[in-house]
């Protein structure tokens, strides 16, 4: 961005996510928890679009982490090459280092592990087996964790409680990342209604990151998720130089300069400006018909001022 600051080249930056997956009380637990280890393990959870932050209402909370933590226990990681595998490595080997800090830095300020998955490493030697980390589910968090604030990119999945759509609203906007959401109702007016108020590039209902998948849509983010979107007409038009042409509508009826404003200008050239203004852009019918017989007062008025100056 800075080197492309020196041409003014313009730039279109998705800058990575920190995406917020809700579910309410009213949906079906077992159903929505498929969906949530998918949209966290998916990739090893190294996904732009995949969700880092979980955030389910109390009264559900218990059965929603047994699904969850049975899923988790099922999965199974390893290299695809040598058999069937759930998940793989994590793509650069000193990441598995950050992983393991923000799963320290949670801990230590009161999270717990529920659960870890297995490995299935082979015979791969140390310096590729340290590129596997296995699935974690973190109970107990809260924002004052990296792993609420930061971006895990990778198969962590930190869960909270909430009560209310006001507060889990407040707590999917308390990140400096904006790129998507997720909300999971089965009352689709009061999902719709939690995700217009999250500020995020884009939202899913009842599922999740399908927005990437319909390339008719624009994808990107807002805050340091980027600016700027790929994706539907607005990326097509990222990429391109568009320019804005006038022209007469009607061939015979060309732009003529009004003869209040002709320089040099009439005395009464403000009048006529501000009734023309008027006419134009008052919200009110009944003064903007006002101003045109102003306007029309003002045009037929002797142009004796006007005379005065050109002598």
């Not at 932050?53 to 988790?72: A, D, G, L, M, W």
């Not at 409680?161 to 400096?176: G, M, R, Y």
């Not at 400006?273 to 003002?298: M, T």
């Amino acid at each position: 961005m800075k080197t492309a600051a020196e041409t003014l080249t313009p730039v279109t930056l998705e800058l990575g996510g920190k995406d917020a997956f809700i579910v309410c009380e009213d949906v079906n637990v077992a159903e929505v928890s498929q969906v949530a280890v998918r949209a966290a393990l998916q990739s090893s959870g190294q996904n732009c679009a995949g969700a880092e932050r979980f955030y389910v209402h109390s009264s559900i909370y218990e059965e929603f982490v047994n699904h969850i933590i049975k899923i988790v226990k099922s999965v199974r990681v390893g290299p695809p090459l040598q058999g069937t595998y759930d998940m793989g490595a994590i793509c650069l080997p000193e990441h598995t280092n950050k992983l393991q800090d923000l799963v320290d830095d949670a801990l230590r300020k009161g999270a717990d592990v529920a659960v870890r998955g297995k490995l299935f490493i082979g015979d791969l030697g140390n310096d590729v087996v340290g590129q596997f980390y296995p699935p974690t589910v973190i109970l107990n968090v809260n924002h004052t964790m990296k792993i609420m604030q930061e971006e895990i990119f990778g198969p962590i999945i930190a869960i909270m409680k909430f009560n209310t759509d006001d507060e889990v609203v407040h707590l999917a906007n308390d990140s400096k990342f904006g790129l998507g959401s997720a909300v999971f109702s089965a009352d689709p007016k009061r999902a719709n209604k939690i995700a217009s108020r999250i500020h995020c590039g884009f939202a899913a209902i009842n599922d999740f990151a399908t927005t990437y998948m319909c390339q008719s849509l624009p994808f990107g983010g807002v805050k340091e998720s980027g600016f700027g979107r790929f994706g539907g007409v607005e990326g097509l038009r990222a990429c391109c130089l568009v320019k804005a042409v006038a022209e007469d509508r009607i061939k015979y009826i060309k732009t003529v300069i009004p003869k209040p404003l002709q320089y040099p200008v009439a005395d009464n050239a403000f009048e006529f400006q501000k009734a023309l203004v008027e006419v134009l852009y008052n919200i009110s019918l009944i003064d903007r018909i006002k101003a045109l017989g102003n306007l029309i007062k003002i045009f037929t008025a002797p142009e004796s001022s006007t005379d005065l100056k050109k002598e």
